[in-house]
């Protein structure tokens, strides 16, 4: 039988965004001490206690307190990803489990948006192909690396492609934001882009050159 020593905790910080990826090993527990994980911006993200069971506090980013979580020693080191919401909002808080888990379901929706391209792309049915697909290029990069997201704390953001531009749109609380990808200067206005939100319950946020 083979028994897990590694699980992998892939978490973005409440404060900066930032999302990375905690390797947690059988044998780095302080012992009787708790753990600690922290953001490189300094921010305590999380907390792991070993007493029997695995006992995980999550700072959420909506609410901004922590958020108990205890696992059983089999579940804490299982195969399979567990997700982390939080219990008042249901905001994802981040995954626990192996690496690459947590990373396929991170990349997951750079797929999507990907086949969705190729999908479009064989009917002419944009305006200029070659700048949405640079557009949509930068939007994956950004959605891999965690930088696109909502204010409401959702990082699963649908997008619905048009000629000439991009809406992304967030099912939980109905934010809305507006990439054009038609001309020179939108592609260029996409790549500038370091972090995407989403702005709230439905208002709009236009981050190209046609911001008003």
């Not at 993200?45 to 922590?66: I, N």
């Not at 200029?128 to 696109?148: H, Q, T, W, Y």
């Not at 997008?159 to 109905?174: K, M, Q, T």
């Amino acid at each position: 039988m083979v028994i897990a020593t590694q699980t992998m905790l892939a978490m973005r910080c409440p404060e900066c965004g930032r999302l990375e990826y905690h390797n947690l090993s059988r044998f780095t527990f302080p012992a009787g001490r708790p753990l600690q994980i922290r953001c490189p911006c300094g921010v305590l993200k999380a907390v792991v206690r070993k007493k029997g069971d695995y006992f995980l506090q999550v700072r959420c980013a909506v609410c901004e307190r922590m958020h108990p979580f205890r696992f059983g020693r089999r579940l804490f080191w299982a195969p399979e990803v567990t997700f982390l919401f939080c219990p008042d909002t249901d905001c994802a808080l981040g995954e626990l489990g192996p690496l690459a888990g947590v990373k396929t379901l991170t990349l997951s929706q750079k797929k999507e948006i990907n086949s969705l391209f190729n999908e479009l792309a064989g009917e002419d049915y944009f305006h200029r192909r070659e700048a949405m697909k640079r557009v949509l290029a930068r939007l994956s990069d950004l959605c891999a690396e965690g930088l696109l997201f909502c204010q409401c704390g959702n990082y699963k953001i649908g997008v619905e492609i048009f000629p000439d531009r991009l809406e992304l749109r967030c099912a939980r609380c109905g934010g809305v934001s507006v990439v054009y990808a038609e001309t020179e200067e939108d592609v260029a206005a996409a790549l500038q882009i370091d972090k995407l939100e989403l702005v709230q319950d439905g208002m709009m946020n236009y981050v190209s050159r046609r911001n008003p």
